[in-house]
């Protein structure tokens, strides 16, 4: 049986994606748990690959590598103020080791990582859900597109 990914055939049937780990500095200490379950679904709800806990066709492993705040768009102040950044970037990034055991050319080892803008008079509390899933589609969508589409 053979399976089209944006017009790409595989003859893949399984896919293993194992519990990323979180080598990332700062963040909610469930973010790879996070990033795992977010990847398996869009693989379940986009393919209709059988996921098994090992040895799949199609194996997935890796960390969440980065959580990195930084300070973008300065806002004027007067002069007895410091400069105050208006917005803050949170990137994100994952560390995804790749392997097709039908086509082992197709192997990498790549990061992916992508971020969202959030304005400062929000606490990062407050939209970190939101950004982080946001992120989290960025980045399981390149990684499709790398894996499968071959993009």
């Given at each position: 049986m053979s399976y089209s990914f944006t017009g790409i055939t595989t003859t893949a049937e399984t896919i293993t994606i194992s519990t990323f780990y979180n080598e990332a500095d700062?963040?909610?200490?469930?973010?790879?748990q996070r990033f795992t379950d977010s990847m398996r679904d869009y693989f379940q709800q986009n393919t209709n690959l059988i996921m098994v806990d090992e040895e799949g066709d199609l194996q997935f492993e890796g960390a969440v590598t980065g959580f990195r705040l930084s300070p973008i768009s300065p806002q004027a102040s007067n002069r007895e103020e410091a400069n105050i950044a208006a917005q803050t970037r949170l990137t994100i990034s994952v560390n995804?080791?790749?392997t097709n055991a039908e086509d082992p050319d197709s192997d990498f080892t790549r990061t992916f990582s992508f971020f969202s803008d959030?304005?400062?008079?929000?606490?990062?509390?407050?939209?970190?859900?939101?950004?982080?899933?946001?992120?989290?589609?960025?980045?399981?969508?390149n990684i499709f597109n790398a894996s499968v589409a071959n993009w």
């Open positions: 700062g963040g909610p200490p469930d973010l790879a995804v080791i790749f959030f304005d400062n008079d929000q606490p990062l509390e407050s939209v970190e859900d939101d950004l982080i899933e946001e992120i989290y589609e960025s980045v399981i969508l």
